[in-house]
C-alpha cells in the first residue's frame, strides 16, 4: 500500500498490490492482442484497451457501494437476472436457435454472465440470513440447491456447458465454505462421476464430439482435433523462451484458431515461451489468493462467503481456460479473462473484483473502528 | 443463546477450515498447470518445434528430370523432351467458371476433363496444383501465356515428358511410364507422386529402375498461412535428375533386330557370350511405348490385348516354347559327358522303335555319328542316345546351360519354363494323378524330351544363354544393366566335347545341315547354329502342322553363334508359327548378325525386305496408330 502524503487519502486507500496485478494481466492481455492482430492495434488491442478501462471504472465504482445496499439488492437482481435468461430462452425458441443474449441495440447482454458473481452473492446473503443452527438441516440445503440449479439449468439448455458450471462451481464453493455437512459433497461427486456416462449420452452431438477429441485430439487432427493439436503446438514450440514478440508462426499464419479469444495463451506463450506462461499463472495466481484472503479476513458472514465464491469464479475462469488450452479438460469456450478479445469476461471479472475490493475497503474501515 | 453462540463458533471454525482446504485444491490446480507447461514448452518443445516448422513451410514440388536409359555405347533409348502444361493453383483462382471456360475453348478440354479439373480443384488442399492438360500444342500454350493477366491461378509450365526415338522396337525392354495411381501412391505416401505432371516408371526398366531413375524432387520453400495463402519464398530447394542408366543393350542392334522380324510374331536375342551382356532383346510386335507414355486410349488398349501376336508380351522373358531339335547340341554334350562316344555311329532308317511305337525321324539319315546327328538334325540317333543314358543325365547338362533358369535380371517378370527329369515327373504327378501321366519317368518320356518336345519347355533367353555357354564354353551370366568386360568363368566342360559339338553346328550351317541357306555373305565370318521346330500341338494323322491356320502352325526356332573360330555373339530367334527354324528364324539371325560385322549389306538386306512388308518399323508404327485413332473416333461417334 503507498502511504505517501502527497496522494490523497482515497486513492492512496485503493488495493494497489492487486491493481498493479491486474494491469499487469491486462498489459498482457493488449500486447498480445496487438501481436494476434499482426502487429496492429486494430481490430483488437485498442478497442480491449478502451473495454479494459470503461470496465476497471466499473469495478471501482462497485468498490464504493455499501455492503448495506448490497445485501438489500442482492435478491430483486437475482430474480432480475433469472428473468432476463427464461427472456432469452424464449426468443431462442422462436428464434429457433440457441440464443445467449438480448439485443438491446447498443450492446448485446448476456444475462448468463451476470449470473456468476450473482449467484454467489445470492447464496451468501442466503447462509447470511440463515440462522447458524440450521446450516445442517433440510432447509439450510434446499432453498441453496434451487437458487443454484435454476439458473444452471437455463444456463445448460442454452446450450453454454461452460458458464453454467461456472455458476454451479461458484455456487457449490459457497455452500461448501458455508459449512453443509461433507458427506453433501462427497456424495454429490459419487453420484456425477456415476452419471457421466449418462450425462455423455444426453449432451448435443458437437458437445459431445468435444469431449471425445479432447480425450484423443490425434484421432483427427485436421478435423475437429485441429483446435487442441495446434495449440499444443503453438505452446509447446515456444520453448523455454519463446519465439519472440511476434515471431510467432503458428498465430500469424492462422495455423492456430482462436488465437485472440479463447486460444490467446497459446498466442502469448508461443512468443513469450515458459517464462511468459509462468509469469501469467502466478499473477492470476496472486489475484486469487488476494481474494481468499479478503474472504479470511472479511468480518460479516455475507462478506467472508461472497468474497470465497467471487475468487472461486476468478480461479475457476482461468483454470478451466489453461486446462482446455494445453489439453487438460475438453474445449467448453471459456475465454482467459482479462486477457481475451471480448467484453463479457472483463465485465464479470471486474464486477468480482470490484465487490472483492469493496468487501476488503469496508473489512479494513470495520476492523478500526473495533 | 449458549447453543447458538457455540454454533456460530462452530461455524466460524469450519470456514477456516473449509478455507483452507478450497485454497489448497487452488494450490494443487495451479501446479498441475505450471507442470503441464512446463511438459509441452520443455519437454515436448523439440517435437512441436518441428510440427510448428512443418506447418508455416511447405514445398511446391519440382518434379526431378528422370535419368536416362542409354545403351552400352551412350547412345538414348529413353531420355526426355520437353514440353508445355497447363496446370491451376486453387488457391489462387480468383473466377474458376470464367477461367475454366477460356480453357476449355483454348485447349479444346473434353467435358470428361472439364469434369476431373472441377472435382480435383473441389478436393484440393492449400497449394497443391491440379492438372489441366499436358502436351500442349505451342500455339495453345502461347494463346494461354497471352490471357494470363485476366486469368489469375492459371500456370503455364514447361514440363518433360518421356521420348523413346526407336519406339516399338525398345517397348517390350524398357517399358512405359506413366502417372501414378492411387494403389500406387498409398504404397509409398510420398507426394511427389500425385504432382502434376510426374510419371513413375510402369513396366519393364522405367519400372525395375525406378529408385535410379527417379531423383530427388526439389521445389521453392515458402511460408503458407493455413489457408494456403503465400506470405514469402524462402530458399529453393534444387532438384537432383535421376541418375543416367547405361544398359548392355547395343541400341541400334536392337532396333535392327525388331526391324528384322518385321510382321512376325517372334523374339530375337544376342549375348556376348565371353561376358553375358545381352546385346539385344527384341520382341516384336510390340506397343509403342511413346503412345503408352502420354496415356493409352481404351480402343488401342483392348485392340493391342486381342491381338493374337500379344504385342503387350515380352516374347524373351514370358513367353514358353518347347525347344524342339536347337537342344540337340546340349544333348550332345550331355552324352559325351555320359561316356558317349562322338564316333559312334546309329543306323537311322527313318524313326526309333520302342516297344510298339516307332518315333519317328525327318528323313532316312543311314549312318550318322554325334557330328552328322547335329548337322542333319537327326531324331534316331537322339532317340537311341537318350534311350541308352537316360533322360536325367541330360536334364542335369541341360540345367548346367541354363535351361529352366530363372535369371538375376532387371525385369518385372520372366517365365522360367521346365526342364523335366524323374525326380520332377514324381513331384508333379504323384498327388495330381490324372490317367493320362503316370508319376513315374517312361522310356517314351525321354524320347520326347530328347527331341525338345514333351514335358521341355524354355523361353527364348534361355536358348540363347544355352548357345552363348555352348560357345565359349563359359558359365556367363545374362546381364541388362552395365558394360561388362570381364570374361565369364569356365564351365569346365571338355574342350574336346566342346570342339564336337561346335563342328556339328559350324555344320548345319555351312556344311550340308539344315540351315545351309541362311550362310553368312562375310569373308573369314562363319556362322553356327541348330535350327529347331516346335509343334504347337500334338501330331494328329497327316496334319503335321506345315499348313493350315496360322495359330496351329509350328514354331520355327534357331540358336546360334558366331565366328566360328572365336566365337563372342551367341543368340537365339523364336518366330511364333513360322513352321520351321531354318525357313523362318535362320535366315533373321543370318541378318541381325551381318549387321554386328557389316552393317552396309545388312541394311540393304532390310530395305529390301521392308519394301515388300510396306514401309519401315516407323511408318507402320505410324500407321498403325491412326488406325487405332479413327476406331476409337467411330466408337466414341456410336457411343454418342
Known amino acids: 500500500m503507498i502511504s505517501s502524503a502527497i496522494i490523497p487519502q482515497p486513492l492512496a486507500r485503493l488495493p494497489w498490490r492487486l491493481i498493479w496485478l491486474v494491469a499487469l494481466i491486462c498489459t498482457i492481455g493488449i500486447i498480445t492482442l496487438f501481436s494476434a492482430a499482426g502487429g496492429s492495434w486494430s481490430p483488437y488491442a485498442l478497442k480491449q484497451s478502451i473495454l479494459i478501462c470503461g470496465f476497471f471504472a466499473l469495478g471501482i465504482g462497485i468498490s464504493y457501494i455499501p455492503e448495506g445496499f448490497i445485501k438489500g439488492v442482492t435478491f430483486p437482481t437475482y430474480a432480475v437476472i433469472l428473468v432476463l435468461l427464461i427472456l432469452v ?243 467448453v469456450g471459456i475465454p482467459l479473462p482479462l486477457v481475451s478479445f471480448g467484453g463479457s469476461a472483463v465485465m464479470t471479472v471486474m464486477i468480482c473484483l470490484g465487490l472483492l475490493m469493496g468487501i476488503e475497503r469496508q473489512s479494513r474501515t470495520r476492523s478500526s473502528l473495533g | 443463546m449458549k447453543a447458538s453462540r457455540f454454533t456460530a463458533a462452530h461455524q466460524s471454525m469450519t470456514f477456516s477450515r473449509r478455507m483452507m482446504l478450497v485454497g489448497g485444491a487452488q494450490a494443487v490446480f495451479g501446479g498441475v498447470l505450471i507442470a503441464r507447461l512446463g511438459y509441452l514448452s520443455v519437454a515436448q518443445s523439440e517435437h512441436y518445434q518441428l510440427l510448428s516448422e512443418s506447418n508455416r513451410v511447405q514445398l511446391i514440388i519440382v518434379p526431378p528430370r528422370r535419368g536416362w536409359i542409354v545403351d552400352r555405347a551412350g547412345k538414348p533409348i529413353a531420355i526426355n523432351r520437353s514440353d508445355f502444361r497447363v496446370d491451376i493453383i486453387p488457391e489462387q483462382l480468383s473466377r474458376p467458371t470464367e477461367t475454366l471456360r477460356t480453357l476449355t475453348q483454348i485447349l479444346k478440354l473434353t467435358p470428361d476433363d472439364v469434369d476431373r479439373i472441377i472435382k480435383e480443384i473441389r478436393a484440393a488442399r492449400g497449394y497443391q496444383p491440379v492438372q489441366v492438360a499436358e502436351n500442349v500444342p505451342y500455339d495453345q500454350y502461347a494463346a494461354i501465356t497471352v490471357r494470363l493477366p485476366e486469368m489469375p491461378g492459371v500456370q503455364p509450365m514447361r514440363g518433360f515428358s518421356r521420348y523413346y526415338p526407336t519406339g516399338p522396337a525398345v517397348g517390350h525392354l524398357v517399358g512405359y511410364v506413366g502417372s501414378a495411381n492411387a494403389k500406387e501412391y498409398e504404397a509409398e505416401k510420398n507426394p511427389l507422386l500425385i504432382t502434376p505432371g510426374f510419371k513413375i516408371g510402369k513396366e519393364g526398366l522405367e519400372k525395375t529402375l525406378e529408385k535410379s531413375l527417379r531423383g530427388e524432387p526439389g521445389g521453392q520453400r515458402v511460408e503458407l498461412t493455413a489457408r494456403g495463402k503465400l506470405i514469402r519464398e524462402l530458399e529453393p530447394k534444387p532438384d537432383r535428375s535421376g541418375q543416367t542408366i547405361q544398359l548392355a543393350i547395343d541400341a541400334g542392334l536392337q532396333e535392327y533386330a525388331a526391324r528384322r522380324l518385321g510382321e512376325e510374331s517372334g523374339s530375337c536375342t544376342i549375348i556376348d557370350c565371353l561376358t553375358g551382356d545381352i546385346l539385344c532383346m527384341a520382341s516384336m510386335p510390340a506397343y509403342d511405348p511413346n503412345s503408352f507414355s502420354d496415356g493409352i486410349g481404351q480402343t488401342e488398349w483392348r485392340m493391342l490385348s486381342e491381338d493374337l501376336r500379344k504385342p503387350l508380351t515380352n516374347k524373351v522373358l514370358s513367353s514358353l516354347y518347347p525347344p524342339g531339335s536347337t537342344i540337340k547340341p546340349m544333348n550332345s554334350l550331355a552324352l559325351q559327358a555320359a561316356g558317349v562316344d562322338p564316333d559312334e555311329v546309329i543306323h537311322c532308317p527313318g524313326g526309333y522303335r520302342l516297344g510298339n511305337r516307332f518315333f519317328r525321324c525327318l528323313g532316312r539319315h543311314g549312318a550318322v555319328n554325334m557330328r552328322r546327328a547335329i548337322a542333319k538334325s537327326c531324331n534316331t540317333y537322339f532317340y537311341a542316345m537318350g534311350h541308352r543314358v537316360g533322360y536325367d543325365r541330360i536334364a542335369e547338362m541341360a540345367k548346367r546351360l541354363g535351361l529352366g533358369q530363372e535369371f538375376d535380371l532387371q525385369v518385372v517378370s520372366q517365365s522360367y519354363g521346365t526342364v523335366p527329369n524323374s525326380e520332377w515327373k514324381a513331384r508333379k504327378y504323384k498327388d495330381n494323378r490324372r490317367i493320362v501321366e503316370r508319376p513315374d519317368w517312361t522310356a517314351s518320356d525321354t524320347l520326347n524330351a530328347s527331341i525338345g518336345q514333351g514335358f521341355l519347355i524354355v523361353n527364348p533367353l534361355q536358348l540363347a544363354v544355352m548357345a552363348a555357354r555352348i560357345a565359349s564354353g563359359r558359365d556367363i551370366q545374362p546381364a541388362l544393366v552395365g558394360r ?134 516407323a511408318e507402320r508404327t505410324a500407321r498403325r496408330q491412326a488406325n487405332f485413332e479413327a476406331i476409337s473416333k467411330a466408337n466414341a461417334g456410336l457411343s454418342a
Not at chain 1, 509469469?279 to 462467503?305: C, H, P, Y
Not at chain 2, 566342346?498 to 555351312?510: A, I, P, Y
Not at chain 2, 550340308?512 to 541348330?530: F, W
Not at chain 2, 525357313?583 to 519394301?611: H, I, N, S
Open chain 2, 484 to 617: 561388362h568386360e570381364k570374361a565369364a568363368p569356365l564351365l569346365g566342360l571338355p574342350p574336346e566335347h566342346l570342339d564336337v559339338v561346335r563342328g556339328g553346328m559350324w555344320e548345319v550351317v555351312n556344311g550340308d545341315g539344315t540351315a545351309g541357306a541362311s550362310r553368312l555373305l562375310i569373308p573369314d565370318v562363319e556362322m553356327c547354329g541348330k535350327t529347331g521346330t516346335a509343334q504347337v500341338r500334338k501330331i494328329v494323322g497327316s496334319q503335321r502342322g506345315q499348313s493350315g491356320d496360322w495359330k496351329y502352325r509350328d514354331h520355327g526356332l534357331f540358336v546360334f553363334f558366331a565366328p566360328f573360330n572365336n566365337p563372342r555373339y551367341a543368340g537365339s530367334v523364336v518366330i511364333e508359327h513360322g513352321l520351321g527354324g531354318a525357313r523362318a528364324a535362320a535366315p533373321v539371325a543370318k541378318d541381325v548378325l551381318t549387321y554386328l560385322f557389316d552393317r552396309p549389306q545388312a541394311m540393304k538386306r532390310l530395305a529390301e525386305l521392308e519394301t515388300q512388308w510396306g514401309g519401315t518399323l
Open chain 1, 89 to 331: 430462452e424464449m426468443i431462442g425458441f422462436v428464434g429457433k436457435g440457441a440464443q445467449r443474449w438480448i439485443d438491446l441495440g447498443f450492446i448485446r447482454l448476456q444475462p448468463s454472465e451476470f449470473m456468476k458473481p450473482a449467484v454467489c452473492l445470492v447464496l451468501a446473503r442466503f447462509y447470511d440470513l440463515l440462522p447458524a443452527g440450521d446450516v445442517r438441516r433440510w432447509r439450510g440445503l434446499w432453498p441453496a440447491a434451487l437458487l443454484v440449479l435454476v439458473p444452471w439449468s437455463l444456463i445448460l439448455v442454452q446450450p453454454d456447458l461452460g458458464t453454467a458450471t461456472m455458476v454451479l462451481v461458484g455456487g457449490v464453493t459457497v455452500m461448501f465454505v458455508a459449512g453443509l455437512p461433507m458427506w453433501y459433497f462427497l456424495s454429490a461427486a459419487g453420484a456425477l462421476a456415476a452419471a457421466l456416462p449418462v450425462v455423455f449420452s444426453m449432451m448435443h452431438e458437437y458437445q459431445r464430439k468435444r469431449v471425445l477429441i479432447f480425450l484423443d485430439p490425434e484421432a483427427d487432427p485436421l478435423g475437429a482435433g485441429y483446435h487442441i493439436s495446434q495449440s499444443k503446438i503453438a505452446i509447446g514450440s515456444g520453448g523455454i523462451w519463446g519465439k519472440g514478440y511476434l515471431n510467432g508462426s503458428q498465430s500469424h499464419l492462422d495455423y492456430l484458431p482462436e488465437g485472440h479469444t479463447d486460444f490467446v495463451f497459446a498466442t502469448f506463450v508461443e512468443e513469450w515461451g515458459l517464462i511468459g506462461g509462468v509469469m501469467l499463472i502466478f499473477a492470476f495466481a496472486m489475484v486469487v489468493r488476494w481474494g481468499m484472503n479478503v474472504s479470511r479476513k472479511a468480518k460479516t458472514r455475507f462478506a467472508q462467503l461472497a468474497a470465497a465464491g467471487l475468487s472461486m469464479t476468478i480461479f475457476f475462469y482461468f483454470t478451466v481456460n489453461l486446462m482446455m488450452v494445453m489439453g487438460l479438460a475438453p474445449v
